[in-house]
């Protein structure tokens, strides 16, 4: 029994069925764990979805930003960006609602005591412990499994506020929570997410931190499992995992094997 985490597949289906091909993956025994992005820039979005959706509880998928992008646009709700154009070709299909429905259901974060190890798609703020992360995304998949969802997917955008506080309750608590777990990369000196930069850690404002290199943050002593930052690259470490290595953009979609000592194994990326 093996357990793999993958990075942002984005829609390059053939890719990813060709690095489970290359590490034998066995639904009936092993398990993926899948950072988020299943959707959107690659060519096969739809038909990703529904292979992941057919592997059951074989795949623990958390939610990306994009994954959110195509629950807004299945909910008619604008979102002014020609990055999601290829999200459109998923709605409209026969199983599309199906879909809509499956991924709209997936956790924000996913914890395993027996490996020690937090999923999720983005990155943490210092202030949260692994316990707090999980009832924080818990919020959010509450609102994300409610009858009226659409109209949290309405309020979700937006880049404020910026840094947690226990006092932050309804719209901006739960955009707050979003923003953290699905689009974090960077943090000012005073705790803030920084938005504005996605390129390689090395190469930015000495103002800027990584979110993992935060001074002393409650989270520290887990295993966090990420992917998001495709300029970051491959990290593997006893505190990080980063498997989001560029696929969607002709680089490699790569797995690392989180139930012994980490080993990697990928496949160039031709999608």
Request: proline content about 4%; glycine content about 8%.
């Amino acid at each position: 029994m093996a357990e793999y985490a993958i990075g942002d597949v984005q829609g390059c289906y053939d890719s990813f069925r060709r690095l489970l091909d290359k590490i034998a993956f066995d639904p009936d025994q092993d398990t993926l764990w899948l950072t988020g992005d299943l959707v959107n820039r690659g060519p096969k979005s739809r038909r990703t979805l529904r292979f992941v959706k057919s592997l059951g509880k074989s795949a623990i998928t958390v939610l990306g930003n994009h994954d959110l992008h195509l629950l807004a646009l299945a909910n008619d709700i604008n979102v002014s960006d020609s990055r999601f154009e290829s999200l459109w070709k998923i709605l409209g299909q026969d199983d599309c609602d199906e879909l809509i429905d499956w991924l709209r259901f997936r956790p924000l974060a996913h914890y395993s005591k027996g490996l020690n190890t937090l999923m999720i798609h983005a990155g943490l703020p210092p202030e949260w412990t692994v316990k707090k992360t999980l009832r924080r995304a818990k919020e959010v998949e509450v609102a994300l499994r409610a009858d009226n969802y659409a109209e949290f997917l309405q309020k979700m955008y937006g880049d404020q506020p910026d840094k947690w506080s226990g006092e932050l309750r309804g719209n901006k608590r739960l955009r707050f929570i979003v923003n953290a777990l699905t689009r974090i990369r960077m943090l000012t000196r005073d705790g803030r997410i920084d938005f504005s930069y996605a390129g390689p850690p090395e190469k930015a404002s000495s103002k800027l931190t990584p979110w993992f290199d935060a001074e002393n943050p409650k989270w520290r002593g887990t295993r966090i499992v990420v992917g998001h930052w495709s300029a970051l690259g491959l990290v593997v470490s006893d505190d990080l995992i980063a498997v989001d290595t560029g696929c969607v953009w002709g680089n490699r979609l790569t797995a690392v094997r989180l139930d012994t000592k980490p080993s990697v194994t990928d496949v160039r990326c031709r999608d």
